[in-house]
Protein backbone atom coordinates (compact mmCIF):
# COMPACT_ATOMS: atom_id res chain seq x y z
CA UNK A 1 0.00 0.00 0.00
CA UNK A 2 1.21 3.22 -0.90
CA UNK A 3 0.58 6.80 0.98
CA UNK A 4 1.20 10.08 -0.97
CA UNK A 5 1.95 13.40 1.14
CA UNK A 6 2.22 17.08 -0.90
CA UNK A 7 2.73 20.50 0.96
CA UNK A 8 3.53 23.62 0.30
CA UNK A 9 6.88 25.18 0.70
CA UNK A 10 9.30 23.57 -1.62
CA UNK A 11 12.41 21.85 -1.08
CA UNK A 12 12.03 22.71 3.21
CA UNK A 13 8.86 20.94 3.45
CA UNK A 14 10.68 17.60 2.93
CA UNK A 15 11.18 17.42 6.29
CA UNK A 16 7.88 18.62 7.92
CA UNK A 17 6.54 15.60 5.95
CA UNK A 18 8.74 12.57 7.30
CA UNK A 19 8.23 13.97 10.71
CA UNK A 20 4.23 14.32 10.38
CA UNK A 21 3.39 11.33 8.52
CA UNK A 22 6.39 8.44 9.45
CA UNK A 23 7.35 9.86 13.04
CA UNK A 24 9.73 12.32 14.68
CA UNK A 25 12.79 10.10 15.60
CA UNK A 26 13.06 8.60 11.71
CA UNK A 27 16.02 10.54 9.69
CA UNK A 28 16.03 11.11 6.30
CA UNK A 29 19.23 9.44 4.45
CA UNK A 30 20.41 8.52 1.06
CA UNK A 31 21.99 5.35 0.05
CA UNK A 32 25.37 4.89 -1.91
CA UNK A 33 23.68 5.72 -5.26
CA UNK A 34 21.72 9.06 -3.62
CA UNK A 35 18.85 7.46 -3.20
CA UNK A 36 15.91 8.89 -0.21
CA UNK A 37 15.82 6.26 2.56
CA UNK A 38 14.26 6.59 6.05
CA UNK A 39 16.56 5.20 8.73
CA UNK A 40 14.30 4.10 11.86
CA UNK A 41 11.49 2.65 9.05
CA UNK A 42 11.45 0.16 6.90
CA UNK A 43 8.98 2.00 4.42
CA UNK A 44 10.61 2.55 1.14
CA UNK A 45 9.85 6.46 -0.12
CA UNK A 46 10.78 8.83 -3.11
CA UNK A 47 10.64 12.63 -2.60
CA UNK A 48 9.86 15.18 -5.12
CA UNK A 49 9.82 18.65 -4.79
CA UNK A 50 9.36 21.64 -6.69
CA UNK A 51 9.59 25.52 -6.06
CA UNK A 52 6.73 25.85 -4.39
CA UNK A 53 5.71 22.23 -3.63
CA UNK A 54 7.02 19.10 -1.55
CA UNK A 55 5.65 15.23 -2.35
CA UNK A 56 6.59 12.26 -0.65
CA UNK A 57 5.59 8.78 -1.26
CA UNK A 58 5.88 5.89 0.72
CA UNK A 59 5.30 2.24 0.12
CA UNK A 60 5.64 -0.88 2.65
CA UNK A 61 6.49 -3.27 0.69
CA UNK A 62 8.95 -2.18 -2.81
CA UNK A 63 11.17 0.90 -4.57
CA UNK A 64 8.50 3.37 -5.36
CA UNK A 65 8.89 6.67 -7.67
CA UNK A 66 7.11 10.34 -7.06
CA UNK A 67 8.03 13.35 -9.02
CA UNK A 68 6.03 16.72 -8.78
CA UNK A 69 6.40 19.57 -11.33
CA UNK A 70 4.90 23.20 -11.91
CA UNK A 71 3.99 23.88 -15.49
CA UNK A 72 7.27 25.09 -17.10
CA UNK A 73 6.18 23.94 -20.83
CA UNK A 74 9.11 25.97 -22.73
CA UNK A 75 11.75 24.10 -20.92
CA UNK A 76 10.71 20.82 -21.77
CA UNK A 77 9.83 21.99 -25.46
CA UNK A 78 13.54 22.19 -25.35
CA UNK A 79 14.33 19.20 -24.41
CA UNK A 80 11.88 17.39 -25.63
CA UNK A 81 13.80 15.10 -27.97
CA UNK A 82 16.05 13.99 -25.66
CA UNK A 83 13.67 12.21 -22.87
CA UNK A 84 10.45 11.32 -25.26
CA UNK A 85 10.10 8.02 -27.06
CA UNK A 86 10.23 8.47 -30.92
CA UNK A 87 6.58 7.19 -30.78
CA UNK A 88 5.86 9.93 -27.99
CA UNK A 89 7.30 12.53 -30.14
CA UNK A 90 4.75 11.59 -33.38
CA UNK A 91 1.69 11.59 -30.89
CA UNK A 92 3.07 14.37 -29.53
CA UNK A 93 2.21 13.90 -25.83
CA UNK A 94 1.20 16.02 -22.60
CA UNK A 95 4.64 17.01 -21.73
CA UNK A 96 4.44 17.80 -18.18
CA UNK A 97 3.02 14.52 -18.14
CA UNK A 98 5.57 12.62 -19.76
CA UNK A 99 7.93 14.21 -18.16
CA UNK A 100 6.68 13.15 -14.54
CA UNK A 101 6.06 9.88 -15.47
CA UNK A 102 9.60 9.06 -16.72
CA UNK A 103 11.29 11.20 -13.47
CA UNK A 104 8.81 8.34 -11.31
CA UNK A 105 9.64 5.06 -12.97
CA UNK A 106 13.72 6.22 -13.06
CA UNK A 107 13.51 6.72 -9.40
CA UNK A 108 11.20 3.42 -8.79
CA UNK A 109 13.37 1.36 -10.84
CA UNK A 110 17.37 1.75 -9.84
CA UNK A 111 18.83 1.28 -13.01
CA UNK A 112 21.68 2.63 -13.63
CA UNK A 113 22.54 3.97 -17.27
CA UNK A 114 18.32 4.07 -18.17
CA UNK A 115 17.78 7.37 -20.23
CA UNK A 116 14.60 9.15 -20.24
CA UNK A 117 14.22 8.13 -24.02
CA UNK A 118 13.91 4.54 -23.21
CA UNK A 119 10.84 4.82 -20.69
CA UNK A 120 7.83 4.05 -23.05
CA UNK A 121 4.87 5.83 -21.46
CA UNK A 122 2.47 5.09 -24.22
CA UNK A 123 2.39 1.65 -25.34
CA UNK A 124 0.12 0.84 -22.80
CA UNK A 125 -1.86 2.88 -21.22
CA UNK A 126 -1.48 3.38 -17.23
CA UNK A 127 1.73 1.92 -17.71
CA UNK A 128 5.39 2.56 -17.94
CA UNK A 129 7.28 -0.21 -20.15
CA UNK A 130 11.42 -0.32 -19.80
CA UNK A 131 13.93 -2.34 -22.14
CA UNK A 132 14.27 -5.13 -19.74
CA UNK A 133 10.74 -5.99 -20.00
CA UNK A 134 9.53 -4.50 -16.47
CA UNK A 135 6.75 -2.68 -16.32
CA UNK A 136 5.60 0.10 -13.41
CA UNK A 137 2.11 1.40 -12.79
CA UNK A 138 1.75 4.87 -13.43
CA UNK A 139 -1.08 7.42 -11.83
CA UNK A 140 -0.91 10.97 -12.71
CA UNK A 141 -2.47 13.86 -11.15
CA UNK A 142 -3.19 16.77 -12.83
CA UNK A 143 -4.18 20.32 -11.12
CA UNK A 144 -3.35 23.76 -12.56
CA UNK A 145 -0.56 24.42 -10.01
CA UNK A 146 1.44 20.99 -10.69
CA UNK A 147 1.41 17.71 -12.32
CA UNK A 148 2.48 14.61 -10.44
CA UNK A 149 2.97 11.08 -10.97
CA UNK A 150 3.62 8.08 -9.08
CA UNK A 151 5.21 4.87 -10.37
CA UNK A 152 5.29 1.30 -8.77
CA UNK A 153 6.47 -1.80 -10.28
CA UNK A 154 3.93 -4.55 -11.54
CA UNK A 155 3.77 -7.80 -9.35
Not at 3 to 29: F, K, M, P, S, W
Not at 58 to 75: A, S
Not at 102 to 110: C, D, I, L, Q
Request: hydrophobic content about 40%; overall charge neutral.
Amino acid sequence: MSRIYIAEGGRQAIGRLIATHVGENVRLDHDRDGAPLLVGSTLHISISHSRRFAAIMLNEKVRCGIDIEEPRLDQLERVRSKFLTPAELAAKVDLLSAWTAKEAVFKASATPGLGMSMIDTLSTPGLALLPDGRKFHLQTIVTPDYTLTTALPTV
